[in-house]
C-alpha cells in the first residue's frame, strides 16, 4: 500500500461522535511516550499529522483521520501516565473501552510497546482485557533503531515467553521504528489484507 493522503478529521470523547462507519477503521493505542505520534507520522508519510510532545499523556481525545479516502485511523489516548489526575484516567479509561468495545466498524487496535524495556504488567493487562473482550490487536514493537540486532531478538523472545505463560496462541506482531522506518511495510500489508475482508463484509 502506498500513501497518497491522510489528513486530519474530528477529535471527541465519544465514540458516537466519530465519522461515519461506512470505512474500515484502525486504532493506535499504547502507553504514554511510547512514540505513538512519531510512527503514524512515519506510516503517513507526513511529519506532522499527528502531534508529537516531549509530555506523556498530551493526546486526551479519539483523533481521527482519513488515509487514502478509503479507511480511518484512530489516535487513542496513551494508558498509564501516573501524573495525569486520577478523574482523567478514569476518564480516559472509560472513553477507550467505550470506543474498543462499540465502533462498529473498528477491524482491529495496534497496540504499541517500547521494544527497550521487560514485558510492563499495563500492557499485558490490556492485551488480557482485549482477548476477554474479543477484541483483535496487532502488537506494534516501536524503537527498535534503538537496539542492536541480537538485543532486539532477546526482547521479543522475552515477550514471546511471557506471552506463552497465559496464552496458548501469540498475537501477531510488527517490530518498527519511526526512525529507520522499519516495519512500515508490513503494516501498511496487514491494513491492505484486512480491508479486503472489511469489503466482503459489505458484499
Given at each position: 500500500m502506498?500513501?497518497?493522503?491522510?489528513t486530519?478529521?474530528?477529535?471527541?470523547?465519544?465514540?458516537?461522535k466519530?465519522p461515519?462507519?461506512?470505512?474500515?477503521?484502525?486504532?493506535?493505542?499504547g502507553?504514554s511516550n511510547?512514540?505513538?505520534?512519531?510512527l503514524?507520522?512515519?506510516i503517513?508519510d507526513m511529519?506532522?499529522?499527528?502531534?508529537?510532545s516531549?509530555?506523556p499523556?498530551?493526546?486526551?481525545?479519539v483523533n481521527?483521520f482519513l488515509v487514502?479516502?478509503?479507511w480511518?485511523l484512530?489516535?487513542?489516548?496513551?494508558?498509564?501516565?501516573?501524573k495525569?489526575?486520577k478523574?482523567?484516567r478514569?476518564t480516559f479509561?472509560?472513553?477507550?473501552t467505550?470506543y474498543?468495545?462499540n465502533?462498529?466498524n473498528l477491524?482491529?487496535?495496534?497496540?504499541?510497546?517500547?521494544?527497550?524495556?521487560?514485558?510492563q504488567?499495563?500492557?499485558?493487562d490490556?492485551?488480557g482485557?482485549m482477548?476477554?473482550?474479543g477484541?483483535?490487536f496487532?502488537?506494534l514493537?516501536?524503537?527498535a533503531?534503538k537496539l542492536?540486532?541480537?538485543k532486539l531478538i532477546?526482547?521479543?523472545?522475552?515477550?514471546k515467553?511471557?506471552l506463552?505463560?497465559?496464552w496458548?496462541?501469540?498475537?501477531?506482531f510488527?517490530i518498527t521504528?519511526?526512525?529507520?522506518h522499519?516495519?512500515?511495510?508490513?503494516?501498511?500489508a496487514?491494513?491492505d489484507?484486512t480491508?479486503?475482508l472489511f469489503?466482503?463484509?459489505?458484499m
Amino acid at each position: 500500500m502506498q500513501i497518497s493522503s491522510a489528513t486530519f478529521l474530528i477529535s471527541n470523547t465519544d465514540y458516537k461522535k466519530g465519522p461515519k462507519t461506512n470505512m474500515p477503521e484502525y486504532a493506535f493505542i499504547g502507553r504514554s511516550n511510547v512514540g505513538k505520534s512519531s510512527l503514524i507520522n512515519m506510516i503517513t508519510d507526513m511529519k506532522g499529522l499527528a502531534k508529537t510532545s516531549q509530555t506523556p499523556g498530551k493526546t486526551q481525545t479519539v483523533n481521527h483521520f482519513l488515509v487514502n479516502e478509503q479507511w480511518y485511523l484512530a489516535d487513542l489516548p496513551g494508558y498509564g501516565y501516573a501524573k495525569v489526575r486520577k478523574t482523567i484516567r478514569e476518564t480516559f479509561s472509560k472513553m477507550i473501552t467505550d470506543y474498543l468495545k462499540n465502533r462498529r466498524n473498528l477491524m482491529l487496535t495496534f497496540q504499541l510497546i517500547d521494544i527497550r524495556l521487560e514485558p510492563q504488567k499495563i500492557d499485558l493487562d490490556f492485551m488480557g482485557w482485549m482477548a476477554e473482550n474479543g477484541l483483535p490487536f496487532v502488537i506494534l514493537f516501536t524503537k527498535a533503531d534503538k537496539l542492536g540486532k541480537n538485543k532486539l531478538i532477546c526482547q521479543v523472545d522475552n515477550y514471546k515467553t511471557k506471552l506463552l505463560e497465559f496464552w496458548e496462541e501469540l498475537p501477531p506482531f510488527i517490530i518498527t521504528s519511526a526512525v529507520s522506518h522499519a516495519g512500515k511495510e508490513d503494516l501498511l500489508a496487514y491494513v491492505d489484507e484486512t480491508n479486503l475482508l472489511f469489503q466482503k463484509e459489505l458484499m
